[in-house]
C-alpha cells in the first residue's frame, strides 16, 4: 500500500526555524517527484515547489521562492519542507504528495500525506 | 508559470441539480489536468485525472472534459456528500498550479 505519512503538529515562534518531513512507502520513492501544497486557514490549496528525490532537483512557484527549501533524503525516502525564519503567516496545513511528470498516470496525486499543521505565534 | 482560472468560486445548489466547473489555463496543457474534492479539514481526495478518467471507486456522476486551455468537472446529480470545495490542478509545466477552488454550497 502507498503512504506518505508526514511528521506531526508543530507549534512555534516567529523567528524560529523549522523542518518538517513527508515519508513514502510502499512504493519506489526515487521513481517519483515529491511537491508540498500549503492551506492556509480557510483558504485555498496551493502549490509551493516539487523535489525529485533521485537528484535532489527542485523547483519553487514564484511565491514561494526564497521563502522555503525543499529537499530529499532517497536513502531514507523521505523528503523536507523547511523554514529559516517563520512568521505568523506560515501558519498552515501543509501536505505533500508524489505525481510523475510527462506523462498521465492513474499514480500521480493519487496518495497524499495527512498534512502538518504548523502553527506560528508569540 | 502557467494561470489557472477556476470558476465559479461559489456555487449554491440543490440535491439533484446538475453543476458544472470549468477551469481554464493561460496556455495549452493538452491533458495534463486533474480534478481534486476537499471537505472542510480533510485531505483533498483525486477525482479525475488526465482531464477525464475517472479515479477508481469515484461515482460515475462526476465526469470531467476538455482539452487544451478549457476544461469542465460535471456532477450530473449532486448528492448530500457532494458539497465540498472542488480544485483543479494543472501539471503539464512545473511547478503545477490549482485553480482558485469552487465551493459547492447548499442551496
Known amino acids: 500500500e502507498v503512504q506518505l505519512v508526514q511528521s506531526g503538529p508543530e507549534m512555534k515562534k516567529p523567528g524560529e526555524s523549522l523542518k518538517i518531513s513527508c515519508k513514502g512507502s510502499g512504493y519506489r520513492f526515487s521513481n517519483y517527484y515529491i511537491g508540498w501544497v500549503r492551506q492556509m486557514p480557510g483558504k485555498d490549496l496551493e502549490w509551493m515547489g516539487i523535489v525529485f528525490p533521485t537528484d535532489s532537483h527542485t523547483m519553487y512557484s514564484p511565491s514561494f521562492q526564497g521563502q522555503v527549501t525543499i529537499s530529499a533524503d532517497k536513502s531514507i525516502n523521505t523528503a523536507y519542507l523547511q523554514w529559516g525564519s517563520l512568521r505568523a503567516s506560515d501558519t498552515a496545513m501543509y501536505y505533500c504528495?508524489?505525481?510523475?511528470?510527462?506523462?498521465?498516470?492513474?499514480?500521480?496525486?493519487?496518495?497524499w500525506g495527512q498534512g502538518t499543521l504548523v502553527t506560528v505565534s508569540s | 508559470d502557467i494561470q489557472v482560472t477556476q470558476s465559479p468560486s461559489v456555487m449554491s445548489a440543490s440535491v439533484g441539480d446538475r453543476v458544472t466547473i470549468t477551469c481554464r489555463t493561460s496556455q495549452g496543457i493538452k491533458n495534463f489536468l486533474a480534478w481534486f474534492q476537499q471537505k472542510p479539514g480533510k485531505v483533498p481526495k483525486r477525482l479525475i485525472y488526465g482531464a477525464s478518467t475517472l479515479q477508481n471507486g469515484v461515482p460515475s456522476r462526476f465526469t470531467g472534459s476538455g482539452f487544451g486551455t478549457e476544461f469542465t468537472l460535471t456532477i450530473s446529480s449532486l448528492q448530500p456528500e457532494d458539497f465540498a470545495t472542488y480544485y483543479c490542478l494543472q501539471h503539464d509545466t512545473d511547478p503545477p498550479t490549482f485553480g482558485q477552488g469552487t465551493k459547492v454550497e447548499i442551496k
Open positions: 504528495t508524489r505525481f510523475v511528470v510527462g506523462y498521465i498516470t492513474s499514480e500521480s496525486f493519487d496518495s
